[in-house]
């Protein structure tokens, strides 16, 4: 491309420097030595791998973006990328490194350095058939060749925020899932507590119609219906992790929905920088703008995570009343129907995840630190708040099995006294076998993840929309 004068115009990160270096110019002779030099200098993250599935998902959505045809790239990388994923070659990228801005510049440049021809002993690592090979091995053994490097290559490998993106999207699919189990696990502790039903009642959830509150209220009707373990005292009222169950629960669902909404726009969003568009003479226009700032991602992730330290902590409550003497009525002490220290410990360790929740809840989007000798002087941090999602889900998810497991035990001593279960409760009711607590808690956890315990108890009451749908 030309300028006014007819010489070759600016464009950044194709013939002038990079970040505080972007008004150097660069001779065209040495672009692509510029591009390599950008994927090895910023090859500089640290610490624990990212999981194989955060990897994948990250090269696919940086494939979707750049096919948008505004990078100004290599055509070949897209299908590079592709086929790496369709053989199972995947880069080996640390977790941490990036600030989200601009993009994720560190974990994509681990990325490239498998996807891009150099030397072997800098093309970065990968796996490949259950081995950890170098990347330029991996690549050769599955029969994919790199691709030569161009002027803006690097740059469109490395400016966006797909990483980012794919944690969030992760756990954002997870907590779909772990929201309809939590709901399970409230219902099976309302029968085990004999809970007063009038909570639920939909006139009155309509006099405050929180969609997430409707959805909640409508759930846990649906799973408790035909059981004669609530309402069976003359109780007026519970404590408020039964009785307002579906303000908070529903809450967060609007939480997780919310968060939806930018990582949607996300997935299929071009992050570069500069983009390339063209004009109505049918010219091409290179604007340098900020579409890699990961606010917008960072934002949902905090909301995200805000939402499942609520959800683990007032099932956390509930756990808590079922397995306190003073607070759970009839029930065996500690759920040990022939006594001893029964669930004891699982309350403590619900604490302690409850603890870390809430640790982690604070907004890692309002921690800016200047990067780039303060050219990239407010960044998003949005890779952190998306990690630290990730790990809610974890921890979070722990804390519903512990729910799951006492409220199981509560509603079987119900059982065991004549009591009937609702449709949904009854398919839903924890059969763990032997093990520690430990073990059970892992099993249980395990069974939320993959979606098995929800399928239980769909088949039995028909599938009810999480906060993801419609």
């Given at each position: 491309?030309?300028?006014?004068?007819?010489?070759?115009?600016?464009?950044?990160?194709?013939?002038?420097?990079?970040?505080?270096?972007?008004?150097?110019?660069?001779?065209?002779?040495?672009?692509?030595?510029?591009?390599?030099?950008?994927?090895?200098?910023?090859?500089?993250?640290?610490?624990?791998?990212?999981?194989?599935?955060?990897?994948?998902?990250?090269?696919?959505?940086?494939?979707?973006?750049?096919?948008?045809?505004?990078?100004?790239?290599?055509?070949?990388?897209?299908?590079?990328?592709?086929?790496?994923?369709?053989?199972?070659?995947?880069?080996?990228?640390?977790?941490?490194?990036?600030?989200?801005?601009?993009?994720?510049l560190a974990p994509l440049s681990h990325l490239g350095l498998?996807?891009?021809?150099?030397?072997?002993?800098?093309?970065?690592?990968?796996?490949?058939?259950?081995?950890?090979?170098?990347?330029?091995?991996?690549?050769?053994?599955?029969?994919?060749?790199?691709?030569?490097?161009?002027?803006?290559?690097?740059?469109?490998?490395?400016?966006?925020?797909?990483?980012?993106?794919?944690?969030?999207?992760?756990?954002?699919?997870?907590?779909?899932?772990?929201?309809?189990?939590?709901?399970?696990?409230?219902?099976?502790?309302?029968?085990?507590?004999?809970?007063?039903?009038?909570?639920?009642?939909?006139?009155?959830?309509?006099?405050?119609?929180?969609?997430?509150?409707?959805?909640?209220?409508?759930?846990?009707?649906?799973?408790?219906?035909?059981?004669?373990?609530?309402?069976?005292?003359?109780?007026?009222?519970?404590?408020?992790?039964?009785?307002?169950?579906?303000?908070?629960?529903?809450?967060?669902?609007?939480?997780?929905?919310?968060?939806?909404?930018?990582?949607?726009?996300?997935?299929?969003?071009?992050?570069?920088?500069?983009?390339?568009?063209?004009?109505?003479?049918?010219?091409?226009?290179?604007?340098?703008?900020?579409?890699?700032?990961?606010?917008?991602?960072?934002?949902?992730?905090?909301?995200?995570?805000?939402?499942?330290?609520?959800?683990?902590?007032?099932?956390?409550?509930?756990?808590?009343?079922?397995?306190?003497?003073?607070?759970?009525?009839?029930?065996?002490?500690?759920?040990?129907?022939?006594?001893?220290?029964?669930?004891?410990?699982?309350?403590?360790?619900?604490?302690?995840?409850?603890?870390?929740?809430?640790?982690?809840?604070?907004?890692?989007?309002?921690?800016?630190?200047?990067?780039?000798?303060?050219?990239?002087?407010?960044?998003?941090?949005?890779?952190?708040?998306?990690?630290?999602?990730?790990?809610?889900?974890?921890?979070?998810?722990?804390?519903?099995?512990?729910?799951?497991?006492?409220?199981?035990?509560?509603?079987?001593?119900?059982?065991?006294?004549?009591?009937?279960?609702?449709?949904?409760?009854?398919?839903?009711?924890?059969?763990?076998?032997?093990?520690?607590?430990?073990?059970?808690?892992?099993?249980?956890?395990?069974?939320?993840?993959?979606?098995?315990?929800?399928?239980?108890?769909?088949?039995?009451?028909?599938?009810?929309?999480?906060?993801?749908?419609?």
């Amino acid at each position: 491309m030309l300028g006014p004068d007819g010489q070759p115009a600016a464009v950044y990160g194709v013939n002038t420097g990079f970040g505080s270096l972007a008004r150097v110019r660069i001779p065209e002779a040495r672009a692509g030595e510029l591009s390599m030099n950008l994927i090895r200098s910023h090859a500089a993250g640290v610490g624990e791998p990212l999981d194989t599935e955060v990897v994948r998902a990250a090269m696919l959505l940086r494939a979707n973006a750049l096919a948008c045809g505004r990078s100004g790239c290599e055509p070949r990388i897209v299908a590079t990328l592709l086929a790496m994923l369709a053989r199972g070659v995947t880069p080996e990228v640390p977790s941490r490194g990036s600030c989200g801005s601009s993009g994720d510049l560190a974990p994509l440049s681990h990325l490239g350095l498998v996807v891009f021809e150099g030397p072997e002993d800098a093309s970065g690592w990968a796996w490949f058939g259950g081995e950890r090979l170098r990347g330029a091995e991996a690549m050769w053994r599955a029969g994919i060749h790199r691709v030569p490097i161009g002027p803006k290559d690097a740059l469109a490998m490395t400016n966006g925020a797909q990483v980012t993106t794919a944690l969030a999207a992760l756990a954002l699919f997870d907590a779909d899932r772990l929201v309809r189990s939590a709901e399970v696990a409230a219902a099976l502790t309302f029968e085990a507590l004999q809970g007063v039903t009038h909570a639920l009642d939909p006139r009155v959830i309509a006099l405050r119609p929180h969609r997430g509150a409707v959805e909640v209220a409508s759930a846990l009707r649906r799973l408790l219906a035909g059981s004669t373990c609530v309402d069976a005292t003359d109780g007026v009222q519970d404590a408020y992790s039964l009785r307002c169950a579906p303000q908070v629960m529903g809450a967060v669902r609007d939480a997780v929905r919310a968060s939806a909404t930018p990582i949607d726009v996300e997935l299929n969003a071009v992050t570069d920088n500069p983009v390339f568009l063209t004009n109505d003479a049918g010219g091409i226009d290179v604007r340098s703008a900020g579409l890699f700032h990961g606010e917008p991602v960072g934002f949902a992730a905090d909301h995200l995570r805000l939402g499942l330290a609520e959800l683990a902590a007032i099932a956390e409550r509930r756990v808590a009343r079922l397995t306190t003497a003073l607070l759970h009525g009839d029930l065996p002490a500690l759920l040990s129907p022939k006594g001893g220290l029964g669930l004891l410990m699982v309350q403590p360790t619900a604490a302690a995840l409850v603890n870390a929740l809430r640790q982690s809840a604070w907004p890692a989007s309002a921690d800016s630190s200047p990067t780039c000798e303060d050219q990239e002087d407010h960044v998003a941090m949005s890779t952190t708040a998306a990690l630290k999602a990730r790990e809610a889900i974890a921890h979070a998810r722990h804390v519903v099995a512990i729910e799951w497991l006492t409220a199981s035990a509560g509603a079987r001593f119900r059982l065991a006294h004549g009591g009937t279960l609702g449709a949904g409760t009854a398919a839903g009711l924890a059969d763990v076998g032997g093990g520690t607590l430990s073990q059970q808690i892992g099993a249980l956890s395990d069974r939320i993840a993959d979606g098995s315990w929800l399928g239980r108890v769909d088949g039995a009451v028909g599938r009810w929309d999480g906060p993801l749908d419609a």
